[in-house]
């Protein structure tokens, strides 16, 4: 099925900013500075190096970044550049104080570079743009003086790419199709009507109940419904509802023994159905039809029989209780042997069977185009709350990962978009292609 993509309309806050230029500050060039949003969290790093005449051999320099907009302002930790006669002095200090030297702080001399590397908090304020600047003062032996606050990059939150979805995930559905009902005519979709004709069956020798594959092609039709049956069983968009047997007696025969061997051959397929496939008792309804008259019927109109219409007729209009002494008076006994040798056999049967399947509701389908909706209306963690019950299924993955990316998650989003992509999922591979090229 071809899938129409769509796209979605909140916007992802992705902030990436790099600068391949020095930016050049006074005493100290700045190369290599980044600035980028993960979530909550904003990464701001660059390289400082200083010149060779950045302080003098008495003084230091106290540098420090700060993210700012008209919304507010956020100083990121310092670091010093510090003379060599400062530096000595300040050793000195440090030690007869017994405190560290550093103080948290990073020490740089003349013609040396730091690697400055810090994460803070994102904060509302900043919204959509905000400047990195490093503001420098001077600290001498007897004072400190201002010397000046220089932009080093005007960040922007830019859109993040729009991640690549299906406008909708089509519900999985029963694989039991009409083809197959066709060669298992005994399979019945849950809603639809029986049809008035023998779907298959299963012969027994005169009054015997026990099951012999051999007897009569019984062996056909026994792994004809195995096969049907586990047909259903082993498509996981299908449910076996229930299993229908009825079982029969031939015409002869007193009525209550018709009944009980009626019943025993149900049972008896039951019990082999149950063997065979490991099912519940309470999947079978049982049904002990005793004789089978209807069936009789349909055997005679299909022969050539002489006495075909008086044996209908006795059928349709004679009680049940005196339609054998009927059948006996035809043609002075002889239509009654031949009904009992070559037309009562194949009454003695459990027949009538049918297996009841439905359509079993794709959940996690459905949980896929809610949470699509969700991510149109900019409800993330709405999507997300729906996907996790169903995280194992892959067709969760890729609209996972798709809502993480929008809440700027994207360590998570990255771990959806490629266990979606090692599945076979395209629409991941794109999505994990460009997160990887965005935030490399």
Same mark, same amino acid.
């Given at each position: 099925m071809v899938m129409r993509k769509i796209f979605i309309s909140a916007v992802a806050a992705f902030l990436y900013i790099f600068s391949a230029q020095a930016s050049v500050t006074g005493p100290l060039s700045y190369t290599d500075i980044k600035v980028?949003?993960?979530?909550?969290?904003?990464?701001?790093?660059?390289?400082?190096?200083?010149?060779?005449?950045?302080?003098?051999?008495?003084?230091?320099?106290? @540098?420090? *970044?700060?993210? $700012?907009?008209?919304?507010?302002?956020?100083?990121?930790?310092?670091f010093v550049v510090t003379g060599r006669r400062m530096e000595n002095i300040e050793r000195q200090k440090a030690l007869l104080e017994k405190r560290e030297y550093a103080q948290g702080r990073t020490h740089i001399e003349n013609s040396e570079t730091v690697s400055y590397s810090v994460n803070v908090p994102f904060e509302e304020w900043m919204g959509k743009e905000f400047e990195l600047s490093v503001r420098t003062l001077l600290v001498t032996c007897c004072k400190t003086s201002y010397k000046g606050t220089s932009v080093l990059k005007t960040c922007s939150l830019a859109p993040a790419f729009v991640p690549s979805l299906p406008?909708? @995930?089509? *519900?999985?559905? $029963?694989?039991?199709?009409?083809?197959?009902?066709?060669r298992y005519p005994f399979l019945r979709k849950a809603g639809t009507e029986v049809e008035p004709k023998r779907g298959i069956s299963v012969k027994f020798p005169q009054s015997l109940i026990e099951i012999q594959p051999d007897y009569f092609g019984n062996k056909e039709s026994?792994?004809?419904?195995?096969?049907?049956?586990?047909?259903?069983?082993?498509?996981?968009?299908?449910?076996?509802?229930?299993?229908?047997?009825?079982g029969y007696a031939s015409p002869e025969g007193e009525h209550q023994m018709n009944v009980t061997l009626s019943q025993g051959r149900a049972d008896a397929l039951k019990d082999y159905i149950r063997k065979e496939l490991d099912l519940e008792d309470e999947q079978f309804n049982i049904t002990a039809g005793a004789e089978d008259w209807a069936g009789l019927r349909e055997l005679v109109v299909q022969s050539t029989l002489a006495d075909k219409d008086n044996i209908i007729d006795i059928i349709?209009?004679?009680?049940?209780?005196?339609r054998q002494s009927a059948l006996k008076k035809l043609s002075s006994g002889k239509t009654y042997r031949t009904l009992l040798h070559s037309y009562y056999p194949q009454l003695r049967d459990a027949c009538y069977i049918n297996v009841w399947f439905s359509d079993k509701a794709d959940v996690v389908a459905e949980a896929v185009n809610q949470a699509l909706d969700d991510l149109n209306d900019g409800q993330y963690d709405a999507a997300i709350e729906k996907l996790m019950p169903y995280k194992e299924d892959s067709r969760t993955w890729n609209t996972l990962g798709s809502a993480y990316l929008l809440m700027d998650r994207f360590d998570q989003a990255r771990i959806w978009f490629e266990s979606a992509s090692n599945a076979g999922d395209e629409d991941a591979t794109r999505n994990l292609e460009l997160l990887n090229e965005m935030t490399k």
């Open positions: 980028r949003r993960d979530g909550n969290i904003l990464a701001v790093s660059f390289s400082a190096k200083a010149s060779a005449n950045a302080v003098r051999s008495g003084n230091r320099l106290l @540098v420090t *970044p700060v993210l $700012s907009n008209s919304a507010g302002a956020m100083e990121l930790d310092p406008a909708s @995930v089509e *519900p999985q559905v $029963s694989k039991v199709s009409e083809e197959v009902q066709t026994l792994d004809e419904i195995i096969d049907a049956i586990s047909l259903v069983i082993n498509d996981k968009w299908t449910n076996l509802d229930a299993i229908d047997i009825a349709d209009n004679v009680p049940q209780q005196d």
